[in-house]
């Protein structure tokens, strides 16, 4: 699906930085960049806004004071040069918070994130007729690859890089085992080892502290053990072992 965001940023240089990011994804629409809050009020009262990118030091209103008095039925991802507004952002449920200079593998993180959710909220609606498959861009060989997330069978780490193991094909990325497993929801998706996340879903048997998946056998870390097989267990109890 297309996700339809703006940018609200007094600094002409950091709105460049914003929308230079942006033209990597396909799936991400600016309709719109501003000054101010008081000017994207009138776009944003249509409901046509999924996402907004807003800076909190800003002439008109304070970032945080517009969270605060407006409705809420849109992502917000902080785009500040201060780190000190964090926690009180988070208090008032924003995506991410992203402070200036961005770089691009962060921004990435939160793209990833941001589709994550207008997935989940888009598959609750019964009227929705387009693409339910979520999925997540990785960066590979300098371009961004979609991933459904349901091709995927597990992420072996590799020091600095990451191998992504997937039904159609292997991807190397510049990137950490704890990075991507956080980008990844939870119900299907569980660390087993130091070197290792897996797909629950894909799992064929499991044996002692080994589990397999698509003919690897991949050990299951000691300090892991109790929580992964409470979480396999609980969650897939036509799990055949």
Do not use: W
Request: aromatic share 10%.
């Amino acid at each position: 699906m297309i996700v339809k965001c703006i940018i609200i940023d007094d600094e002409p240089f950091a709105i460049k930085v914003i929308e230079s990011h942006l033209a990597s994804f396909k799936n991400i629409e600016l309709i719109g960049s501003f000054n101010n809050p008081l000017e994207a009020l009138e776009i944003i009262e249509q409901g046509e806004v999924d996402a907004i990118f807003l800076d909190i030091n800003m002439p008109g209103m304070n970032g945080l004071d517009f969270i605060k008095n407006s409705r809420n039925n849109y992502q917000i991802i902080i785009t500040t040069a201060y780190r000190e507004y964090a926690v009180e952002s988070f208090e008032l449920d924003v995506l991410d918070y992203l402070v200036k200079p961005i770089p691009f593998n962060r921004f990435l993180k939160t793209i990833n994130k941001l589709n994550q959710v207008i997935n989940k909220n888009q598959s609750k609606n019964e009227e929705y007729q387009g693409n339910k498959e979520p999925f997540i861009f990785l960066k590979v060989d300098k371009k961004l690859v979609k991933i459904l997330l349901k091709d995927i069978l597990f992420i072996e780490s590799l020091k600095d890089y990451i191998k992504v193991i997937t039904t159609h094909g292997n991807y190397l990325v510049h990137k950490s085992l704890t990075g991507i497993t956080e980008e990844l929801p939870n119900s299907n998706f569980i660390r087993v080892h130091r070197s290792y996340t897996i797909a629950i879903d894909k799992i064929k048997s499991i044996e002692g502290n080994l589990v397999e998946i698509d003919a690897k056998r991949i050990p299951i870390g000691r300090n892991y053990a109790k929580h992964v097989k409470e979480t396999i267990f609980s969650n897939n109890k036509d799990l055949h072992i």
